[in-house]
Protein backbone atom coordinates (compact mmCIF):
# COMPACT_ATOMS: atom_id res chain seq x y z
CA UNK A 1 0.00 0.00 0.00
CA UNK A 2 1.04 3.65 -0.75
CA UNK A 3 2.36 5.29 1.96
CA UNK A 4 0.61 8.93 2.01
CA UNK A 5 2.26 12.22 3.61
CA UNK A 6 0.80 15.50 4.60
CA UNK A 7 3.23 18.04 3.58
CA UNK A 8 2.76 21.99 3.20
CA UNK A 9 4.26 23.85 0.51
CA UNK A 10 4.70 26.44 -1.86
CA UNK A 11 3.38 25.85 -5.44
CA UNK A 12 5.85 28.36 -7.73
CA UNK A 13 3.30 29.39 -10.42
CA UNK A 14 4.32 27.94 -14.03
CA UNK A 15 5.03 29.95 -16.75
CA UNK A 16 2.60 28.25 -19.06
CA UNK A 17 -0.42 28.62 -17.06
CA UNK A 18 -1.76 31.75 -18.96
CA UNK A 19 -2.46 31.96 -22.44
CA UNK A 20 -2.02 34.08 -25.13
CA UNK A 21 -2.86 34.18 -28.46
CA UNK A 22 -1.51 37.28 -30.76
CA UNK A 23 -2.84 38.06 -33.93
CA UNK A 24 -2.26 41.22 -36.26
CA UNK A 25 -3.41 43.39 -34.45
CA UNK A 26 -4.72 42.24 -31.09
CA UNK A 27 -4.22 40.10 -28.38
CA UNK A 28 -6.23 37.76 -26.40
CA UNK A 29 -4.74 36.92 -23.30
CA UNK A 30 -6.00 33.95 -20.80
CA UNK A 31 -4.87 33.87 -17.63
CA UNK A 32 -5.37 30.29 -16.20
CA UNK A 33 -5.55 27.68 -19.04
CA UNK A 34 -7.55 25.12 -17.22
CA UNK A 35 -10.37 27.64 -15.84
CA UNK A 36 -10.32 27.76 -20.18
CA UNK A 37 -11.02 24.48 -20.75
CA UNK A 38 -13.28 24.16 -18.20
CA UNK A 39 -15.84 27.16 -19.61
CA UNK A 40 -14.79 25.60 -23.29
CA UNK A 41 -16.14 22.41 -21.74
CA UNK A 42 -19.14 23.63 -20.20
CA UNK A 43 -19.93 25.47 -23.64
CA UNK A 44 -19.46 22.09 -25.52
CA UNK A 45 -22.02 20.51 -23.21
CA UNK A 46 -24.16 22.84 -23.63
CA UNK A 47 -24.32 23.08 -27.15
CA UNK A 48 -24.57 18.92 -27.31
CA UNK A 49 -27.56 19.00 -24.77
CA UNK A 50 -29.16 21.74 -26.92
CA UNK A 51 -29.06 19.36 -29.77
CA UNK A 52 -30.29 16.28 -28.11
CA UNK A 53 -33.29 18.73 -26.92
CA UNK A 54 -34.23 20.12 -30.32
CA UNK A 55 -33.39 16.26 -32.05
CA UNK A 56 -36.18 15.17 -29.38
CA UNK A 57 -39.07 17.91 -30.57
CA UNK A 58 -38.49 17.29 -34.38
CA UNK A 59 -39.06 14.55 -36.32
CA UNK A 60 -35.26 13.04 -36.87
CA UNK A 61 -34.92 9.75 -35.52
CA UNK A 62 -34.38 9.31 -32.14
CA UNK A 63 -30.82 7.51 -32.61
CA UNK A 64 -29.66 11.43 -33.41
CA UNK A 65 -30.81 12.83 -29.99
CA UNK A 66 -29.53 9.98 -27.87
CA UNK A 67 -25.53 10.63 -29.47
CA UNK A 68 -26.02 14.13 -28.48
CA UNK A 69 -27.07 13.05 -25.37
CA UNK A 70 -24.04 11.04 -24.67
CA UNK A 71 -21.33 13.40 -26.15
CA UNK A 72 -22.80 15.82 -23.57
CA UNK A 73 -22.68 13.29 -20.64
CA UNK A 74 -19.26 12.59 -21.88
CA UNK A 75 -18.22 16.12 -21.68
CA UNK A 76 -19.61 16.12 -18.17
CA UNK A 77 -17.37 13.58 -16.76
CA UNK A 78 -14.17 15.49 -18.59
CA UNK A 79 -14.64 19.39 -16.30
CA UNK A 80 -13.72 17.38 -12.88
CA UNK A 81 -11.50 15.31 -14.63
CA UNK A 82 -9.90 18.89 -15.64
CA UNK A 83 -9.79 19.82 -11.55
CA UNK A 84 -8.42 16.82 -10.47
CA UNK A 85 -5.62 17.42 -13.18
CA UNK A 86 -5.70 20.84 -11.87
CA UNK A 87 -4.40 20.39 -8.13
CA UNK A 88 -1.81 16.97 -8.95
CA UNK A 89 1.51 17.88 -8.76
CA UNK A 90 4.26 14.95 -9.98
CA UNK A 91 7.37 15.11 -8.92
CA UNK A 92 10.83 13.05 -8.74
CA UNK A 93 11.74 13.54 -4.85
CA UNK A 94 15.48 12.27 -5.75
CA UNK A 95 15.59 15.32 -7.97
CA UNK A 96 14.30 16.97 -5.32
CA UNK A 97 16.26 16.04 -2.92
CA UNK A 98 19.37 17.10 -4.68
CA UNK A 99 17.93 19.91 -6.21
CA UNK A 100 17.96 20.78 -2.43
CA UNK A 101 21.28 19.82 -1.73
CA UNK A 102 22.42 22.02 -4.18
CA UNK A 103 20.99 25.39 -3.36
CA UNK A 104 22.28 24.23 0.20
CA UNK A 105 25.74 24.52 -0.93
CA UNK A 106 25.33 27.47 -3.54
CA UNK A 107 24.06 28.90 -0.43
CA UNK A 108 27.27 28.30 2.01
CA UNK A 109 29.44 29.36 -0.86
Given amino acids: MPKIERKSHEVKAALEEDIEIQGRRFRLYFQNRYTILSLGVDLITGIFYILGSVAALTPIP ?14 LTIRPILRILK ?18 TNEEN
Fill in 62 to 75: DRFGMYFYLIGSIF
Fill in 87 to 104: NIFIYDSVKAEKNGSNSN
